[in-house]
């Protein structure tokens, strides 16, 4: 069992910054690829990075590709999402999740998911 718990979320202009974080409860962190999903009202939560256990590996979506980096950090049992040049576009609620595959995408390939933080970038 794997608890997963975002912050950093808030309001910022466009062409802002944000770093988001999720603390995961549990000795087993690193052996879970990590990722990071987003979901707008009345949209579909879709994928936006994920990094593999060691943390040498990373997938993005292309809308946020150059724009955002995903990192972790095994011992503190942290994943993190720099967030650059934000875009109106990206409001959202985002949500990390943990999965036992190897390049997983796909929401149904994440075992454990946390609550959310709510990212919001005015125009």
């Known amino acids: 069992q794997v608890q997963l718990v975002e912050s950093g979320g808030g309001l910022v202009q466009a062409g802002g910054s944000l770093r988001l974080s999720c603390a995961a409860s549990?000795?087993?962190?690193?052996?879970?690829?990590m990722g990071w999903f987003r979901q707008a009202p009345g949209k579909e939560r879709e994928f936006v990075a994920a990094i593999s256990r060691s943390g040498r590996t990373t997938y993005y979506a292309d809308s946020v590709k150059d724009r955002f980096t995903i990192s972790r950090d095994n011992p503190k049992n942290t994943v993190y999402l720099q967030m650059n040049n934000l875009k109106p576009e990206d409001t959202a609620v985002y949500s990390c999740?943990?999965?036992?595959?190897?390049?997983?995408?796909?929401?149904?390939?994440?075992?454990?998911w946390g609550q959310g933080t709510q990212v919001t970038v005015s125009s």
């Open positions: 549990g000795r087993t962190f690193s052996s879970y690829t």
């Open positions: 999740a943990a999965s036992k595959l190897f390049q997983p995408t796909m929401v149904k390939d994440y075992d454990y």
